[in-house]
């Protein structure tokens, strides 16, 4: 009872994202994929011709309401503060290759979950080389890495990324004529397959609420384990664990085994190294992708630098080949991870205090 009345907010919100996840994909959204940050966000990079993979194209409601459902809570409760300027070409490179790695494990980490939920054995290599990729980043942590200290901002800064949510919301209600085509809209594959809009948009809006209040991210779990002991954000990760598994066990959704997963692969090696790259990037930037979506709807121009990073490399994965799919990792996938890598672990080196 103790436990619970010191952790019971994040608990909750666990709860509900689980629950969720698992309803919008019984109403439409993808297989295991009932909310997925980087799957999402790179639907919508081919539905803005980022990239143009017909079967990935669609402009998720869920992106657009974390981050409006973020900026409402922290204006209600006043906690949007506009602040900026941490190395933010860093963080878009940390974005980018974030993404990279997702998109050769096939997930964010709350996609991770999900598909363990639904009974994705996969899914476990990719949340054990999560869990590296984070240690990994702690580790730089706990020498100095630092990319410093964000300042004070213009409002009207801490504005852009709620204003590009609602152009982006206005395009996919609207749905314009365009010559050139955009935005795309998947016709078959993942990318056709939502929930209705209305509730996609509502449930997510209610989670940017929810997650802005509590501070949820799958990143910092890890991260406040092996640092303070700290289980407070674990407690919510675990509750949405729990709860998806239910779902789906009572809507028929849970279907164990390795093989024939949904809009997943077997190559265990590069699940977990792509998983390991995501990681570390989320560590070394300070946050899941969910986290820097909730981080960017309060103001923080850094979050959504990462964001934007992270939007530009997907289309770049589809673009040049090192997206996987569920036949397996493409033909430059392997290059992709490991320049990543090379990336990150150069990034924790050499921006440490005591080399500044």
């Not at 949510?165 to 939502?194: E, R």
């Not at 820097?292 to 103001?299: C, D, I, R, W």
Request: glycine fraction near 12%; charge should be positive; proline fraction near 5%.
């Amino acid at each position: 009872m103790e436990f619970m009345k010191k952790h019971y907010k994040i608990i909750l919100c666990g709860v509900f994202i689980g629950i969720i996840a698992t309803l919008l994909q019984k109403l439409g959204n993808p297989a295991n994929m009932g909310i997925c940050v980087a799957c999402f966000e790179r639907d919508i990079a081919g539905a803005l011709g980022f990239h143009r993979i017909p079967t990935v194209q669609y402009i998720r409601p869920e992106i657009l309401a974390f981050v409006l459902g973020s900026f409402f809570s922290s204006l209600t409760f006043k906690e949007f503060k506009p602040r900026g300027g941490s190395l933010p070409l860093v963080r878009f490179f940390l974005g980018f290759f974030a993404m990279l790695g997702a998109l050769v494990f096939l997930g964010c980490p709350w996609r991770a979950l999900l598909r363990l939920a639904g009974g994705d054995g996969n899914a476990i290599i990719g949340i054990v080389g999560l869990i590296i990729g984070i240690f990994i980043g702690v580790q730089f942590i706990k020498h100095g890495y630092t990319l410093g200290r964000n300042y004070p901002a213009y409002k009207f800064a801490g504005l852009f990324m709620p204003l590009l949510m609602v152009g982006l919301l206005l395009l996919l209600l609207i749905k314009p004529v365009i010559s050139t085509g955009v935005p795309f809209f998947s016709l078959k594959g993942p990318g056709s397959q939502h929930a209705p809009i209305i509730i996609s948009f509502s449930a997510a809006f209610l989670i940017g609420i929810f997650a802005q209040r509590t501070r949820f991210c799958t990143m910092g779990s890890i991260r406040d384990i092996i640092i303070l002991k700290d289980f407070h954000l674990a407690s919510g990760v675990v509750s949405l664990l729990i709860f998806a598994f239910l779902g789906n066990l009572m809507l028929g959704q849970f279907h164990p085994g390795f093989v024939n997963q949904p809009i997943a692969h077997t190559n265990h090696l590069w699940n977990f190294l792509g998983m390991v790259l995501s990681g570390l990037a989320y560590a070394l930037a300070g946050g899941c992708p969910g986290r820097q979506l909730f981080l960017s709807g309060e103001g923080d121009i850094d979050a959504g630098v990462f964001v934007i990073g992270m939007i530009v490399g997907a289309g770049f994965a589809h673009n040049f080949a090192t997206a996987a799919s569920p036949s397996g990792i493409a033909p430059w996938s392997p290059f992709a991870v490991i320049v990543g890598l090379l990336f990150c672990i150069a990034t924790g080196l050499f921006m440490r205090k005591n080399i500044a």
